[in-house]
């Protein structure tokens, strides 16, 4: 029979989140009656904007007639949306062929994760997305940096400390801490990554939960950053496609390779072997959703999630919990000082049956700590709101849940 890839050996059984089904599972075998309240894995609960439902349904017309109808389309995305993308986002910085359009965030990052293989060394934010550190051992990557993002440093990892690498994987605002990286910030690693040669991988998936102008939604705002970064992006967040599936990555045409090679015509090229293009139904629903109309709509939806965040950080804060994030990012980050991630989310599960997700699951800096999303049904945040309420922290030299 044919060998396993060895590099799989390396992942852990399971992907964070079907882990967390699998507790919530186990948990419902033994009280098969429990009302479970879902702040776990970060998925959008509200309807779409109907300017988007128009849009899919009419696509969907047209593709019913024989004059509308079309089969495959470009594997780099529709003109139209290439060039809204260009002007809603990057404002003349980025021209319409560096934008790619994909099927999701999720889905480029592993294939950025092809274009660069595995004999290279890469740094991720510890916590992080967890594709980042799974997928790079799939593709063989021994050489892994981890850079500790805590309370302690502001969520900023200590560049000074970090030995170089060929990749630097960075999130903000960030999954799952909710830190959003200010000016500064961005201007420090992307000065880092000139000095050291390094290409950043940008994942941009939560810029549009940025509230405080100050901060940059974009790598490319900061000055010389076209030259070392690629830019992930998706309409997950911004309009409630985690469903539709819609997104994109930036490759500008100044990203050279060591030798001076291209790096845009080399994703081209593996985007054009591996990739068919995006549905085109979810490229008119996200050319839809960036008009001025769906601008709005999707204003008022991140809105919307952000006040579920400010709910639950005051549920939270008032039972003497530290809270992180929540401000300019759907994910708030507690910390349960001396306790156990899955630990705390056991117990949390069995006082009050909200399910959250391990701070664990996203690296090792994030033991201690429980990550709550932001996206949700409003009636069952207040639920959750309800049910928090129910529980008090008793303060000792470790954190500890007790009834009221
Ligand atoms: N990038 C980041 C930082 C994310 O947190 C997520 C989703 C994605 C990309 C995926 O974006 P798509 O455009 O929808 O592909 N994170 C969620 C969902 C879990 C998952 O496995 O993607 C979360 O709960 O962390």
Same mark, same amino acid.
């Given at each position: ?114 274009? !660069?293989? =595995? ?7 510890? &916590?992080?997305?967890?594709? *980042?550190? $799974? #997928?790079?051992? @799939? %593709? ?100 409630? !496609?985690? =469903? ?7 490759? &500008?045409?100044?990203?050279? *390779?060591? $030798? #001076?090679?291209? @790096? %845009? ?102 033991? =201690? ?36």
């Amino acid at each position: 029979m044919i060998k396993r890839n060895p590099n799989l050996n390396l992942l852990k059984t399971s992907y964070l989140f079907p882990e967390v089904t699998a507790r919530r599972k186990q948990f419902l075998a033994k009280r098969p009656g429990a009302q479970i309240l879902s702040l776990g894995i970060g998925d959008t609960t509200e309807p779409l904007s109907p300017l988007v439902v128009e849009a899919l349904a009419m696509a969907a017309k047209r593709l019913g007639s024989m004059e509308g109808y079309i089969g495959y389309g470009p594997e780099q995305g529709i003109e139209p949306l290439r060039k809204k993308i260009a002007s809603v986002f990057y404002d003349g910085r980025i021209a319409p062929e560096e934008i790619f359009i994909s099927d999701g965030a999720k889905c480029d990052i592993g294939r950025l994760q092809v274009l !660069f293989g =595995g004999d290279l060394s890469v740094a991720i934010q510890n &916590p992080a997305y967890p594709v *980042y550190i $799974d #997928g790079s051992l @799939i %593709q063989g990557i021994r050489n892994i940096h981890m850079m500790c993002c805590s309370p302690e440093n502001g969520f900023f990892p200590d560049l000074h400390a970090l030995e170089r690498t060929d990749l630097i994987y960075f999130c903000s605002p960030n999954n799952p801490t909710g830190a959003a990286a200010s000016r500064s910030q961005l201007e420090a690693l992307v000065s880092f990554a000139r000095e050291n040669r390094s290409l950043i991988l940008f994942d941009a998936a939560y810029a549009s939960y940025i509230r405080d102008s100050a901060l940059p939604k974009s790598i490319y705002e900061i000055p010389g950053a076209k030259e070392v970064a690629i830019e992930i992006n998706s309409f997950s967040k911004l309009a409630g !496609f985690t =469903g539709v599936r819609l997104g994109w990555t930036v490759v &500008p045409e100044t990203l050279k *390779y060591q $030798d #001076g090679a291209s @790096i %845009q015509s080399d994703w081209n090229r593996i985007y054009t072997t591996l990739f068919n293009g995006a549905s085109i139904l979810s490229q008119y629903g996200g050319l839809a959703a960036l008009e001025k109309n769906g601008l709005e709509e999707s204003e008022r939806l991140t809105h919307f999630y952000l006040e579920n965040a400010r709910l639950i950080k005051a549920a939270l804060q008032s039972l003497d919990i530290e809270v992180y994030g929540g401000d300019n990012a759907p994910y708030l980050w507690a910390h349960f000082p001396g306790r156990r991630s899955w630990d705390i989310f056991q117990e949390l599960l069995e006082k009050t049956e909200i399910v959250s997700t391990p701070g664990s699951g996203f690296g090792s800096a994030g033991e =201690g700590f429980l990550r709550f999303t932001a996206f949700g049904k409003r009636d069952h945040i207040l639920s959750a709101i309800q049910r928090l309420r129910t529980i008090k922290s008793e303060k000792g030299s470790s954190f500890k849940f007790a009834m009221v």
